[in-house]
Each structure stands twice: as structure tokens, then as C-alpha cells.
């Protein structure tokens, strides 16, 4: 089957993860900064007011240094849903929707589909269940997610089961991360049953409270080893493709100021064997 004109992405917007974490550098940092210059100006006598006016406008100058949803970030001068819309065409990839309930996640020319009954982290993929491709493949991205040209290729291309999973099972690679990492998740039609049956699992099992998280990992646990509860394993499944790029999520600010340290890095490399060359 032709591994693009049979494929339907959906592009994750919505739910608790497009917000930024608290803790753990969440915070907007030019706030501080932007505080402290305003306090030494006015000590200095430049502006009597200067700081008056400030505190009326810190709010909007925060919102405007750092959006409020991760998937809005910029690099390169795109957002990180601009990125993603943008790689999937480029590889012939023309059914894309983001689902999402905020209208500023839309992108020009991509259909935005507002999900319902999106209560828990793993509704984000039961929501999207009318999006489900009947004829071919569903391919699910995260929209915080900066994904490589390599990583998307990798995961475009790995059609070899039933369904598949992108991510960072070890904490080897350019990015250094605490725990194991899931970037996306795809199927084909003929798998759409047993998917649908492992959410619908995964749901029940949390709102019993017998689960202390739904979210991907609970599906694949359920899907590789039979029980939301099973332990994962040192290695990989056949079924994950492991990336050890810069393709990475960010749930804090923090984590995003680190990561484009190593991605301004890696871009002067490429530009110096590039001239190598």
C-alpha cells in the first residue's frame, strides 16, 4: 500500500498536556527580567511612572514572550503545529486534522476538529475515534512535539505491524530525558477493534481507580502486553521505533530554553560539515 495516500493524521492539541507545567521552570522568565529593568530605571530617575505602567502591562508583555499552549511555541520562525503541517505535506501526507477545543491551535488549510468527552489524557485518542482512517492508516502526533526530518521519515515509513509507536524507550541520545518518552502512535484499519477495546480499558480501569494514569503508556502496555498494569520491559518492542535526536516534547519552559541550546548546537554542526564538504 502506498504508504502516503493511505495515511490520515491527526495532530494532538488538546487536554492537560498543551498547557505548561507549574513546576520545574514553567514560569516565564523574561517576567522577572523585564521587572528587574523597569525597577532600576525608575531608581535611576528616567521614568516616574515607568514602573506603574509596567504592572499594568506584565500580563500581556508574558503572553506575548511565551504562549499559553506548548503546540504554539516557534522555532525557525514556524509553531510547532505550522512544523508538523508543514513536514506531513512535504511527504505527500494530505489528511491532517488537529484536534483540539482552542481556535488559536488552528492552522491554515487543516481542518480543526473540536473532540468530545475529553476528560482524561487518554480520551485524546478515544475522542478521535469519527477521524479514524477505515481504509488505511491513523497516524497520531503530539502537538508539542518537535519532531526531526529523520524522526518523521522513521515513523512515516515504519509499516511493518499492526500499529506502531515513535518515541525514546532508553535515555541515550542527544536529549537527555528523566524517563522514557512516547512521540506518536499509529495503526492500521484492520487493528481498529483491538484499539478501541484497550482505551476503552484503559478508561474504566481509571475511572475505578484501579490505574493511577491513563495516558499512552497505559496503551501500549495494554496493547504490547496484555494489561495496562504490566511492567515495561529493558528493551523496546518490535513494534516502537526509537529515535535519539533532537526530536523531543517540552512540559516546562525550562526544558524548552535547554533544548534550544542543543538544537542551535547541533544546526552550527550541520553548518560546519556542510562547509566541509
Known sequence: MDCKSDTRVIIMADGAGSRWMASGGGANPYRRSWSVWARKAIEKGFVDSLYAVFKRTRKAIGK?????RKQLLRVDGETLLERQVRMLKERGITEIFISSRFPEC?????????PTNNIYEIDRFRSCKPLWNPAGYTMYLYGDVFYT???LDQFVAAKETAWWWLGRWSYEGVVQTQEPEIFGFAFHCSASHDIDVALELVRSEYEAGSLARCIGWELLRTLEYGSPYSD?????PASFSEVFDLTNDFDTFGEFREWKKLYH????RRCGRNLDG
Open 149 to 151: 526530518d529523520d524522526a
Open 232 to 236: 515495561l520491559p529493558e528493551h523496546a
Open 64 to 68: 506575548r514572550l511565551l504562549p499559553k
Open 106 to 114: 488552528g492552522v491554515l488549510g487543516v481542518e480543526r476538529y473540536v
Open 265 to 268: 548546537l547541533e544546526n552550527k
